[in-house]
């Protein structure tokens, strides 16, 4: 079955940088996109970055962009969010999210990953 494992989350003043990484395994196909949400307490999840797997394009959150940066690895299986610059509002558990179809860069249907805790202080 498919997994998504993130690793990469912590603890960090504002200004710092985490590198989150999420890893697929048990899969046969090839994911249409794959990418990041988050959702901090009392709030809905939101999409932060997103990557389309063929063509290479990306789709950030405004509240994100300059700040953080989403890639993958040449196999298509480890997506990575590298995040500079961070502030106390970015402070939420972030999700992997992998789909064999994505609209407008949000993914349909998800494979989603466990999450992984960033707090910024």
């Known amino acids: 079955h498919v997994q998504l494992v993130e690793s990469g989350g912590g603890s960090v003043q504002a200004g710092g940088s985490l590198r989150l990484s999420c890893a697929a395994s048990g899969y046969t196909f090839t994911f249409a996109c794959m990418g990041w949400f988050r959702q901090a307490p009392g709030k809905e999840r939101e999409r932060v970055a997103v990557v389309i797997t063929g063509r290479g394009s990306t789709y950030s959150a405004d509240s994100v962009k300059g700040r953080f940066t989403i890639s993958q690895d040449n196999a298509k299986t480890t997506v990575y969010l590298q995040m500079n610059s961070l502030k106390p509002e970015d402070t939420a558990m972030y999700y992997c999210?992998?789909?064999?179809?994505?609209?407008?860069?949000?993914?349909?249907?998800?494979?989603w990953g466990q999450g992984t805790q960033v707090t910024v202080s």
């Open positions: 999210a992998a789909s064999t179809s994505c609209t407008n860069g949000y993914p349909f249907r998800p494979y």
